[in-house]
């Protein structure tokens, strides 16, 4: 079926063009997003007021949407930070490192621990749960700071991240953009995830192995590596709250053990996207609740609300800079519909999908066309070093490919969001990587350097994979 092209159309995808060049140039992308939203309002209504009032309904419209990746990630955060202070952080990781005996052990061993904290805590509070503890066990068996720093970087966020299965904010995002369900897309990434991951991880290591025989290995330290996490947490996270032996213990093997249950329930109740979200969210605001009560007892009602402005704080200034990105990138779907009513022509399902439809009717595509796009765009929307304020473009433009194709939306969207979050998430981008690079005390730059041929032989044979999958 044609569909007639209109102005917004045509404005919509020069935006889309202005966005990936100044993502190329490393440039932040929020201010065209808002002069985009102005002006696809101003096509929209044909007033001035109603474009204006057009950006800020957008600001709310993706605010809603994101809300609840926003909410769950505040909240683990906060969870997150009462544990590191009463350090039962420590107590919950310490019997896992007698299993670090050996340089290999240490990196796949922290490598491992930091995928599954990640998956629960997220990777930057998840450095900070176990980097402290680990890192000086991992030194002493042989491991380079550098090789640590590694393993927790590509375990933590590119692994665990660019899934995101439990926290769900990734395919959340790109799922929205591309108009999928958010477990399509969980469902689409799960071999891409664990090509990505197998084929970097060990390439990497091989790597850090070739280099430390032949010597010319540079663990590129820039501080002591003692684990001590003062510079990635801030000074006011190093005060301790002291918590009897017993109790700590105790509540070290509760805190998982209910975590656990939460996937259990969730593969049982058949919950996903939301309610799997909400589960998680629900279980870390009880877990921050009881253990602030019981490590501040007295002032237990005032420590708590302070942990969750902590975590608010977190979240707010993680998503701060993708809401008005996201913002654009809804109005490509069904906010522009929401926000302006029957705009756009009869039997349209959105800018995106429209562009889409004429592409396939003018270019021929195929899916290895798609794959590649998809994983350059992706890449491309992560050298702003967020690896989230992209990928809504990447989901975006997915569904523009899926619709031209006829086939694979899901696989497309989920290879966009792997390129964006390794790309963008922490493992290239040097001002991306301060999390694990602090904790290890080592340049963030030479990790950068370590990780950038791994990851871009993932990202290559990843893409492949796709191919065949489209």
């Given at each position: ?11 919509y995808?020069v935006f ?39 950006i ?10 994101l ?17 590191i ?12 490192t ?24 997220w ?6 749960l ?14 380079p ?26 395919p959340k995002?790109t ?7 958010v ?10 995830v ?13 790597m ?25 947490v ?28 939460d996937?259990?329930?969730m593969f ?6 939301g ?13 921050l609740?009881?253990?602030t ?13 302070s ?25 490509g ?8 009513g029957k705009i ?15 592409l ?8 290895a ?49 792997v ?11 040097p ?5 694990a ?9 030479e ?11 993932g ?7 796709a191919?065949?999958?489209?």
């Amino acid at each position: 079926m044609d569909i007639q092209l209109l102005p917004i159309h045509w404005v919509y995808l020069v935006f889309i063009g202005f966005i990936l060049a100044i993502l190329i140039k490393r440039r932040d992308t929020t201010m065209i997003c808002v002069v985009g939203i102005f002006a696809l309002g101003l096509l929209a209504t044909e007033t001035l007021s109603g474009s204006v009032s057009g950006i800020f309904n957008s600001f709310i419209y993706a605010t809603k949407e994101l809300m609840g990746t926003i909410m769950i990630i505040s909240i683990v955060v906060a969870m997150s930070r009462v544990l590191i202070r009463t350090g039962i952080n420590e107590t919950m990781v310490a019997p896992l490192t007698r299993f670090l005996r050996t340089p290999a052990m240490a990196f796949w061993g922290i490598g491992i621990i930091m995928m599954v904290t990640s998956w629960f805590f997220w990777p930057s509070p998840g450095v900070a749960l176990i980097g402290a503890v680990l890192l000086p066990v991992a030194v002493r068996v042989g491991l380079p700071a550098l090789g640590a720093a590694m393993a927790m970087n590509l375990f933590g966020h590119g692994i665990a991240l660019s899934g995101d299965y439990i926290i769900q904010g990734a395919p959340k995002l790109t799922a929205d953009a591309a108009g999928l369900p958010v477990s399509s897309v969980m469902e689409a990434s799960i071999p891409l995830v664990i090509v990505m991951g197998l084929v970097t991880t060990i390439t990497a290591f091989w790597m850090m192995r070739r280099d430390m025989k032949k010597g010319t290995w540079r663990d590129g330290l820039i501080a002591s590596n003692s684990g001590d996490s003062s510079s990635l947490v801030g000074a006011d996270e190093q005060v301790k709250v002291n918590l009897a032996p017993k109790l700590k213990k105790l509540l070290a093997i509760l805190i998982p053990l209910l975590f656990a249950l939460d996937v259990v329930a969730m593969f049982v109740l058949h919950l996903q996207g939301g309610d799997a979200t909400a589960l998680v969210g629900g279980t870390a605001v009880f877990i921050l609740i009881a253990v602030t009560l019981l490590a501040h007892r007295n002032q237990g009602l005032e420590q708590t609300t302070s942990y969750l402005i902590e975590g608010f704080v977190f979240g707010f200034k993680v998503f701060g800079p993708v809401i008005p990105i996201a913002a654009f990138f809804y109005l490509g779907d069904s906010a522009f519909t929401e926000l302006y009513g029957k705009i756009l022509p009869e039997g349209s399902h959105g800018i995106v999908n429209d562009l889409g439809v004429a592409l396939a009717g003018h270019v021929p595509l195929n899916g290895a066309v798609g794959a590649v796009t998809l994983t350059v765009v992706g890449a491309i929307t992560g050298l702003d070093g967020s690896g989230f304020s992209g990928i809504s473009l990447a989901g975006s433009i997915a569904q523009l490919f899926a619709t031209a194709i006829g086939s694979g939306a899901a696989v497309l969207t989920a290879l966009g969001q792997v390129a964006a979050i390794w790309v963008g998430g922490g493992t290239l981008i040097p001002w991306a990587l301060i999390p694990a690079a602090a904790i290890c005390g080592v340049s963030p730059f030479e990790l950068a350097r370590r990780n950038l041929k791994p990851v871009l032989i993932g990202l290559a044979v990843t893409t492949v994979v796709a191919m065949f999958l489209v």
